[in-house]
């Protein structure tokens, strides 16, 4: 099962799965959190990477004087857990009774409600 991070660890993961490259560096986090107008000292950087690390987010690789970060749960996996959690929690795992909340709501705007409604359609011409 997938764990749940902190708002500052899930920032850091944001930035690790926007990332183009496969492998994530320190100056790149620090960077990425100061132009996002979150700025991050270094130690508690690290100690944030540590905990990621030791929940099973990311691994990391000593290579010279540098770390390398490499995110071992998806963005996706982890969104899904957590809809999971959070369906069980509030609506006792009905997902009709979360989309049912949004649309009476009036929490989606209308082209979401669009959107929505063909996702629906198409997932019933499935097989």
């Known amino acids: 099962m997938v764990q749940q991070v902190s708002d500052a660890e899930l920032e850091i993961m944001k930035i690790v799965w926007g990332n183009p490259s496969e492998t994530t560096l320190f100056p790149y986090i620090m960077e990425s959190l100061a132009a996002k107008g979150r700025p991050c000292q270094k130690n508690t950087l690290i100690v944030l990477l540590s905990r990621l690390t030791n929940k099973g987010f990311l691994s990391a690789k000593k ?24 369906l069980h929690k509030i609506y006792e795992g009905s997902a009709k009774g979360l989309v049912s909340n949004l649309i009476m709501g009036d929490l989606l705007a209308d082209e979401e409600y669009e959107e929505l409604k063909k996702l629906l359609e198409r997932g019933r011409e499935k097989p």
């Open 63 to 86: 290579i010279g004087r540098r770390n390398e970060y490499r995110a071992l749960v998806s963005e996706a996996e982890y969104q899904t857990a957590q809809t999971k959690k959070f």
